[in-house]
């Protein structure tokens, strides 16, 4: 499905060239059994294109939580702690024009 319903770097499909501000950044910090997950998409918001938000799935593609962004206020990054998690994790970037991009990191 990757390439048609959802996107990634490798996978843009119809969106091809646009993955650089699409496919979101993630970083995990772990101290202890501590974590933090942080996701940023490198896009600009503006009225007519924006980020509208990030969502976390588990490695079963289930619900964990999500970040809606503000387009007038806020820069499309979210933080995430997951203290005690360990496996496959997803984050979906969700854009109003260009769809739903997936990027994901193992913790
Ligand atoms: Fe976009």
Redesign the pocket.
């Known amino acids: 499905m990757a390439g048609k319903i959802f996107y990634t770097t490798d996978q843009p499909g119809r969106w091809k060239g ?1 993955e650089g ?2 496919s979101p950044l993630i970083k995990v910090d772990k101290k202890g059994g501590d974590i933090l997950i942080r996701a940023a998409t490198q ?1 600009g918001m503006s009225k007519a ?1 924006y ?1 509208v938000k990030h969502i976390l799935l588990d490695e079963q593609l289930n619900y964990v939580n999500e970040q809606v962004f503000d387009q007038a206020f806020d820069m499309p990054r979210s933080r995430f702690e997951l203290n005690g998690f360990k496996g496959r994790l997803f984050i979906v970037s969700m ?4 769809d739903n991009w997936i990027n994901w990191a193992d913790v």
Not at 95 to 98: A, D, G, R, V
């Open positions: 646009k501000g699409h896009n294109h980020i854009c109003n024009l260009h």
